[in-house]
């Protein structure tokens, strides 16, 4: 008879260690490297190299530096490991069970909220700051480090494409964010990093609070963007990361739901299945998106994502 008993992997969670217990800690040898990611000497060679990467612009005329399948499985099994570390409870993204959900929700108790935007993070993160923390906060020894930060940053800076891309410029920059924790802890503020957003919540923001900040960051040799500054008062809703906080609730922004309203009217629109499958994919993934926040879309975001998968069925009939 067949066991129905669930493999340990699906049973928990991976686990989720201290720094000091990573593979990657303390790493002194090339040899053991390549053990850990499944590399030869010869292969690491080659993929060290900046031609181990395609650089692109995406629709919004982005620069993308995406490694090239090898390396991109290389930063795969280097992402698992790096996801398996502990993280400061102020970091939402790229770990397991957060998400710009949690990131607002933390600052849902706001009564006067400040926001940062830190201008152009993972290309103003260079390899020089990713292999001093392969060394400094990793304890590699220096030639593994080197190693380390020719897989994983692009032309001298951390690339936009890559899948441990959040978590190298995270790790260079881990200094910075600890300043900006223990400076809102200091003001008895809430804080928040989300990428390259970081957010700062409490009764009263202090007068010159910002200024401080701003300075802390500029001292890491990183700029916030001016533009992208945000006070909001306490007679104001707070937009942030796509997310209302009003009340001490989570709303999502009008912003969103008319989105969402011309994707509907797009989809009615739609001339044949191809340009109904395309509509499709796009409203179930708002919805999905928005019923995240307001629970009343989550049927609607399961009924659209049903109809899309009857339309890429049929679609695949008439193929």
């Not at 899948?163 to 802890?185: R, T, V």
């Not at 994707?263 to 994919?281: R, V």
């Not at 009343?296 to 890429?312: E, G, S, V």
Request: proline letters at 4%.
């Amino acid at each position: 008879m067949k066991s129905t008993k669930r493999t340990p992997s699906l049973q928990r969670s991976p686990k989720i260690y201290p720094l000091n217990q990573s593979p990657l800690f303390k790493l002194k040898t090339r040899k053991k490297l390549f053990e850990i990611i499944g590399l030869s000497k010869k292969q690491a060679d080659k993929l060290m190299l900046d031609s181990a990467y395609k650089e692109f612009k995406n629709d919004a005329g982005r620069k993308i530096q995406e490694p090239i399948a090898q390396l991109k499985a290389i930063h795969r099994r280097l992402g698992v490991l790096l996801s398996r570390i502990e993280l400061p409870l102020y970091l939402h993204s790229g770990r397991k069970k957060h998400s710009t959900l949690t990131n607002a929700e933390s600052h849902k108790q706001a009564t006067e909220l400040l926001k940062l935007d830190i201008h152009k993070f993972f290309p103003s993160t260079s390899a020089a700051k990713v292999y001093k923390a392969f060394v400094e906060k990793f304890e590699m020894s220096p030639d593994v480090a080197y190693v380390m930060t020719n897989l994983a940053t692009f032309a001298g800076k951390v690339p936009t494409g890559s899948p441990i891309s959040m978590a190298m410029a995270f790790w260079a920059n881990k200094d910075m964010f600890d300043e900006l924790s223990n400076l809102a802890a200091s003001n008895s503020l809430v804080f928040t990093a989300y990428v390259d957003d970081v957010a700062f919540s409490g009764s009263k923001i202090p007068k010159g609070f910002a200024a401080q900040a701003k300075k802390c960051i500029r001292s890491h040799g990183l700029t916030s963007k001016d533009k992208k500054e945000r006070f909001y008062p306490s007679s104001e809703g707070k937009l942030l990361t796509g997310i209302v906080i009003q009340d001490g609730e989570l709303k999502v922004r009008w912003a969103h739901y008319d989105s969402i309203g011309k994707e509907f009217a797009t989809l009615a629109d739609a001339k044949d299945n191809a340009a109904k499958i395309i509509h499709l994919e796009k409203l179930a993934g708002k919805l999905h998106a928005a019923g995240q926040v307001d629970f009343r879309q989550k049927d609607r975001a399961r009924f659209f994502t049903q109809q899309l998968r009857a339309a890429k069925k049929q679609s695949t009939q008439g193929s």
